[in-house]
């Protein structure tokens, strides 16, 4: 079996709704995922837009969600989800807006693509802080058993 992540919200290299965006109510869209190979001790998430801030000439990769340590009984978050209600022993990192939790899509310029990034785990990680995602890389170079990824754009209608 292979890792998947996937979304009730959006199909693959598809349009991400407004709905879980800065254009509408800004809130994460749910997740699911299965696959999780044997010894997979958790799981973490990264989304991230690599497009900004303009697709015809991206100059950085903009973080959005910053997830570890996601127990592998998990098998997705749900729409919406805050802090309080991750599965339990869930940790966050920071994104570029410097805060934890989900900041949505929010392009200033073009259709961007968001990447969803799980990456099953052969350890639980100690406890970062709050991590930005260059930390939480480190801390995952040489845990990785699987990673899976779902890609969706956005582009405003302003």
């Known amino acids: 079996m292979t890792l998947e992540i996937t979304s009730p919200a959006f199909s693959h290299n598809e349009a991400i709704p407004s709905k879980y965006t800065c254009d509408d109510k800004d809130i994460s869209p749910a997740l699911e995922w299965s696959g999780l190979p044997e010894g997979t001790k958790s799981v973490a998430l990264i989304v991230d837009d690599p497009d900004a801030p303009d697709p015809a000439?991206?100059?950085?990769?903009?973080?959005?969600?910053?997830?570890?340590?996601?127990?592998?009984?998990?098998t997705g978050l749900a729409e919406a989800v805050e802090t309080q209600d991750l599965p339990e022993g869930t940790k966050e990192g920071l994104n570029d807006w410097r805060r934890t939790g989900y900041g949505g899509p929010c392009p200033p310029i073009g259709r961007h693509r968001y990447f969803y990034k799980l990456y099953a785990l052969d350890a639980v990680l100690p406890d970062l802080g709050n991590p930005t995602k260059k930390d939480l890389e480190r801390a995952l170079e040489g845990h990785i058993i699987a990673r899976a990824e779902l890609v969706g754009t956005y582009q405003r209608s302003r």
Not at 59 to 72: A, G, S
């Open 57 to 74: 000439a991206p100059k950085m990769t903009w973080v959005h969600w910053v997830l570890y340590n996601i127990p592998p009984s998990a």
